[in-house]
């Protein structure tokens, strides 16, 4: 037996870090966005966060928990929002959803979350301490 699923949240958190449209050399067979496409927009959003709050140049390091919750449609503007979960010496765990506007709908809906892990890092690509 499968646990019932969570609802999902009626508003975003966090601040917007990127926002895009879905064009259609983005899709797959089926005619919906390809996931990738997504989690690249989804990092490089987080990214963003990782950066301004460290004051330095960031990595990805670590993916975790991605969900899809619902596909994205070509047209679909794409919005996401991050937030800083944790910050540790060198590291920060950024939690990035990805909305949605459909242009058949005056509503947002929620269609990716994660969590994302980035390092500061200095010139020489080395880890750093996060400026705090």
Request: aromatic share 6%.
């Amino acid at each position: 037996m499968t646990a019932p699923a969570l609802p999902l949240p009626a508003a975003p958190t966090g601040e917007v870090v990127i926002r895009t449209i879905a064009m259609p050399a983005d899709t797959n067979n089926n005619g919906d966005i390809f996931g990738g496409w997504l989690v690249s927009q989804m990092d490089i959003g987080g990214a963003v966060l990782a950066r301004s709050t460290a004051l330095c140049r960031v990595t990805t390091v670590a993916i975790d928990a991605i969900t899809f919750h619902r596909p994205v449609s070509v047209g679909d503007i794409v919005t996401c929002y991050a937030k800083v979960d944790r910050i540790g010496r060198t590291s920060m765990l950024i939690a990035v959803e990805a909305w949605v506007h459909r242009y058949t709908t005056e509503t947002q809906q929620l269609v990716t979350s994660g969590h994302f892990t980035y390092v500061a890092i200095d010139p020489a690509g080395k880890p750093q301490p996060v400026k705090r």
